[in-house]
Nanobody, 126 residues
Framework: VQLQAFGGGLVQAGGSLRLSCAASERIFNSGVQAWFRQAPGKEREFVAA????????SYADSVKGRFAISRDNDKNMIYLQMNSLKPEDTAVYFC????????????????????WGQGTLVTVSS
């Protein structure tokens, strides 16, 4: 299974971007899909996740109210709409997935996701 993330780029603070993630096969019929990010010199951190069957979303406190995760069943895609971007949002963003359901309390654990995309760079200028 391969995941491909795209849609990153350079944007000014306060602007918006939408990231997309496509899977090479249908792993998005169940389980959990998520976005993580890694800023230069920092550890990878959880951004958002969505339980595929229920569409239940979960967000890191740092992005609540600004980012929105969604999925498209027919296209086998997940998205991350990022609004009101800040310089501290600058990072490489990765999509991740797993076939099985997961307790929401575990959404932020990167080790729970066996499938990862290659990452897409988001740079927010001040």
């Amino acid at each position: 299974v391969q995941l491909q993330a795209f849609g990153g780029g350079l944007v000014q603070a306060g602007g918006s971007l939408r990231l997309s993630c496509a899977a090479s096969e249908r792993i998005f019929n169940s389980g959990v899909q998520a976005w993580f990010r890694q800023a230069p010199g920092k550890e990878r951190e959880f951004v958002a996740a969505i339980q595929w069957m229920t569409a239940y979303p979960s967000y890191a406190d740092s992005v609540k109210g600004r980012f929105a995760i969604s999925r498209d069943n027919d296209k086998n895609m997940i998205y991350l709409q990022m609004n009101s971007l800040k310089p501290e949002d600058t990072a490489v963003y990765f999509c991740a997935g797993r076939r099985n359901r997961l307790l929401s309390s575990m959404f932020g654990q990167a080790t729970q996701y066996p499938y990862w995309g290659q990452g897409t760079l988001v740079t927010v200028s001040s």
